[in-house]
């Protein structure tokens, strides 16, 4: 069987249909849907697949149980969670090194998808959310049980709120459960219940969740569509969430005469879902129209001449913008180029301080913030290390992307020194570095360059004059030096200024040219803690 190993456990994952299409003498990139099946311990995705499989023919599709849930490992009870959810398939479809993938879930697998969308804006290409709500209130449900099928059912669904007893499981079974929609127990023997968290969530989660903020954070476009006879997934619960999207990305519906969407009307739902994704497909450009035109595939000139800002977010800065998310104080963007990553972190809710040499870059930025969060932004026209002045323990997190290479080993290390003292205990630092191994430069005399210098002893080896080294176009838009990192020379340097370094390692960009990847080995990327 297929896992995925995310560090906490191994995640069960089944696909259908492939991710390229021949058609003739073309080769077509299909969309990818994630599926996020509901349940709350007593369904798994089994369920979702009569219906998903039939997207298959347009879409990869991919199945997944959470963690808890199904074949996937049952870790800790205190990470079988909504919130604990949506990192593990944000991080599930990182290490897949799925391409902008759709996420598509209901009940459950809807708020698993929402708070997916929200913490990690612009990582996915949309939102399919199904049957599914921004809250849960008893007493709505069972006034919609009482209206639907009488007192028996408004009560024996409150006695299930109460206490979720084997008895009064198999009640709401027989009584309540054939109101939400048609029989179907198609997949249902391939299911594997987790008692315990089918238990402790309906006590514990399933009526306390709210993501109505949540949901305002999102910035994907969003397909919601409601049922008009489930008491369960309701009309009101459904009218109250579409209200909490932003009204400029959300396309709501609902269908008329349904419970549940995939059992009642399977074949309106494959047309609008399929719809959906090709509209949002169609419409999805790799240069969103608010940044200057790409230079390079992946690329866009910075005003100064001072490297390029990629449209892809590193490793190093997803886990900023990941860390972002519950920082109680500012977090400073250093070199943020045109603010991709403070644009980021601030739909995470952060306050951020963003930083560049070039006020045009501040600008593009300013710009793009959304007006409600404008107010959590604040900006400096500063070079750094030497007009970097933040005040002591004032901050949470520090990132410096592609700006320490502009700098000599001596100014690298002063900068770091400023970052270290400003950060609050705990407080962490991000960092993205080319390494000698980039294929923009000619990277074998490179990185000979670097070795000769380190086995002189040179106090700062990867400080090297890369014009020489540079390829066309690029000798142009670059300064005369670069300090180039190896994992080594980053750790002594994150070192000396006092840090504690949590990880550090070699990536690549998928979005770069082909060309300029050489061993997967181009940038160093590193986590600091203070």
Request: proline fraction near 6%.
């Amino acid at each position: 069987m297929p896992f995925e190993n995310l560090g906490i456990g191994k995640m069960y994952y089944e696909i259908y249909g492939g991710e390229l299409e021949v058609t003739g003498d073309t080769l077509l990139e299909k969309p990818t849907i994630v599926c996020l099946h509901g349940g709350t311990g007593q369904l798994d995705h089994t369920y979702e697949i009569p219906f998903w499989k039939r997207v298959a023919d347009t879409a990869q599709v991919i199945f997944i149980d959470y963690f808890g849930v199904g074949r996937s490992s049952h870790t800790r009870p205190n990470l079988w969670h909504p919130k604990q959810w949506a990192k593990d398939v944000y991080q599930f479809c990182r290490q897949l090194e799925l391409n902008k993938p759709f996420l598509a879930g209901d009940s459950v697998g809807g708020q698993v998808a929402m708070l997916a969308g929200s913490h990690y804006p612009g990582f996915f290409s949309g939102l399919i959310l199904m049957n599914t709500e921004t809250r849960l209130i008893p007493q709505e449900i069972e006034e919609a049980f009482r209206q639907k099928g009488g007192e028996r059912a408004a009560t024996v669904f409150a006695k299930l709120i109460e206490e979720p007893s084997p008895q009064r499981v198999s009640d709401y079974m027989e009584y309540c459960l054939p109101l939400c929609s048609k029989p179907n127990n198609q997949y249902r023997h391939c299911t594997q219940v987790n008692e315990t968290l089918l238990h402790e969530y309906n006590q514990n989660i399933l009526y306390t969740l709210d993501l109505s903020e949540e949901v305002g954070k999102i910035t994907d476009r969003v397909l919601y569509l409601a049922s008009d006879s489930n008491p369960f997934h309701n009309l009101a619960a459904a009218t109250r969430t579409i209200k909490a999207f932003d009204p400029n990305i959300v396309t709501s519906e609902v269908i008329l005469n349904t419970g549940l969407l995939q059992i009642d009307a399977p074949d309106v739902l494959q047309q609008k879902v399929e719809a959906f994704i090709a509209t949002t497909t169609s419409a999805r450009e790799d240069t969103p129209s608010f940044y200057p035109e790409t230079w390079v595939k992946g690329m866009i000139k910075t005003v100064n001449k001072m490297g390029i800002t990629t449209l892809e977010l590193a490793p190093p800065t997803q886990d900023f913008v990941d860390y972002a998310y519950g920082c109680t104080h500012p977090i400073v963007d250093i070199g943020c180029g045109y603010g991709l990553s403070s644009l980021a972190a601030l739909k995470t809710g952060a306050k951020v301080i963003a930083i560049d040499l070039a006020i045009e870059h501040l600008q593009v930025l300013q710009k793009n913030v959304p007006q409600a969060l404008k107010d959590n932004l604040s900006i400096q026209v500063a070079s750094f290390p030497e007009a970097f002045d933040l005040p002591d323990a004032s901050i949470d997190a520090a990132h410096a992307s592609m700006i320490l290479h502009f700098l000599s080993g001596e100014q690298i290390l002063a900068g770091l020194k400023k970052i270290y003292a400003c950060l609050r205990p705990g407080g962490k630092l991000f960092i993205a570095n080319m390494s000698p191994y980039l294929g923009l430069f000619d990277h074998e005399k490179l990185s000979e360059e670097y070795n000769s210098r380190q086995a002189r002893g040179e106090t700062w080896p990867g400080y090297i004059e890369q014009i020489s080294f540079a390829r066309e176009p690029w000798k142009s838009q670059l300064p005369p030096y670069a300090y180039f990192f190896k994992i080594e020379d980053a750790v002594k340097m994150i070192s000396q200024a006092g840090f504690e370094v949590e990880k550090v390692y070699y990536y690549t960009l998928n979005s770069i040219p082909d060309d300029y990847k050489t061993n997967g080995r181009e940038y160093v990327g590193l986590t600091a803690v203070k």
